[in-house]
């Protein structure tokens, strides 16, 4: 996610908390957030992965993945 894209959402935030959006502006808008979305989740999932518990003893074991019931 480019940091053009990110101004890009907040001034159209900011647009449509002072005079509203078209529809054009609300599709592009929801695209930019989704794009958003799944680069911070993306980008979370990444590091998670990268990420191990270092007992007291010396022993690193990585996180284990937790799934949803």
């Known amino acids: 996610m480019t ?17 509203g959006l078209t529809a054009e502006e609300t599709a592009e808008r929801d695209a930019l957030r989704r ?6 989740t993306g980008n979370l ?14 022993r690193r074991t990585p996180l284990k993945k937790k799934t949803l019931s």
């Not at 940091?3 to 005079?19: P, V, Y």
């Not at 794009?35 to 911070?40: A, L, P, Q, R």
């Open 3 to 19: 940091q053009e894209k990110i101004d890009r959402i907040n001034a159209l935030a900011r647009k449509a908390k002072t005079e």
């Open 45 to 58: 999932k990444a590091q998670l992965d990268n990420t191990v518990i270092q007992h007291p003893n010396g």
């Open 35 to 40: 794009e958003y979305i799944e680069s911070v």
